[in-house]
T-cell receptor, first 111, second 113 residues
Framework: LAKTTQPISMDSYEGQEVNITCSHNNIATNDYITWYQQFPSQGPRFIIQGYKTKVTNEVASLFIPADRKSSTLSLPRVSLSDTAVYYCLVARNTGGFKTIFGAGTRLFVKA | DAGVIQSPRHEVTEMGQEVTLRCKPISGHNSLFWYRQTMMRGLELLIYFNNNVPIDDSGMPEDRFSAKMPNASFSTLKIQPSEPRDSAVYFC???????????FGSGTQLSVL
């Protein structure tokens, strides 16, 4: 499974756009990139998933360059409630399904 | 749907006791995962099941840990005997299938004294 590397923490202010980049140099052809969000005392929650180019939903956008060795989660106009840990994962269907979480990025949104 | 349901929410026990954590996945989901989260080690995948069959248990720390999924709507994670280093939050998650998003339960906070 491809190892992922993300910044340990990031700070932002309310109303700003936040971009969190994840590197996954060893990503394989059939790997997907998925992001989760975790608040204290809760389980992680799915945000977005993509394979290549750009994916957008009501919460975030995911940008994946052509070589797929990195990806960027974009959170538009963050609020205090977006303070959480964000995990980048690379997952593969290996005859079952194995999802490994890395250390994540702690995002602090300030007023 | 009520989501993934875990019980108990909190468990405090003494070293050497048996601990059983329970999980009810979302109806219709055919993959189930057990994770453990600590400050030092983050989120660790312990074991996952597909169609009630254990696919990969390489994350299970040692023989003291065991997991079962007797049917599509129930799974247990058992620790016997428990040790203080087992103290952590244990999460259960389920998904509809390969590459589908995971839905996590609220977790069980386990404290072994």
């Amino acid at each position: 499974l491809a190892k992922t590397t993300q910044p340990i923490s990031m700070d932002s202010y309310e109303g700003q756009e936040v971009n969190i980049t994840c590197s996954h140099n060893n990503i394989a052809t059939n790997d997907y990139i998925t992001w989760y969000q975790q608040f204290p005392s809760q389980g992680p929650r799915f945000i977005i998933q993509g394979y290549k180019t750009k994916v957008t939903n009501e919460v975030a956008s995911l940008f994946i360059p052509a070589d797929r060795k990195s990806s960027t989660l974009s959170l538009p106009r963050v609020s205090l409630s977006d303070t959480a840990v964000y995990y980048c994962l690379v997952a593969r269907n290996t005859g079952g399904f194995k999802t490994i979480f890395g250390a994540g990025t702690r995002l602090f949104v300030k007023a | 749907d009520a989501g993934v349901i875990q019980s108990p929410r909190h468990e405090v026990t003494e070293m050497g006791q048996e601990v059983t954590l329970r999980c009810k996945p979302i109806s219709g989901h055919n993959s189930l995962f057990w994770y453990r989260q600590t400050m030092m080690r983050g989120l660790e995948l312990l074991i996952y099941f597909n169609n009630n069959v254990p696919i990969d248990d390489s994350g299970m720390p040692e023989d003291r840990f065991s997991a079962k999924m007797p049917n599509a709507s129930f799974s247990t994670l058992k620790i016997q005997p428990s040790e203080p280093r087992d103290s952590a939050v244990y999460f259960c998650a389920s998904s509809f299938g390969p590459r589908e998003k995971l839905f996590f339960g609220s977790g069980t906070q386990l404290s072994v004294l």
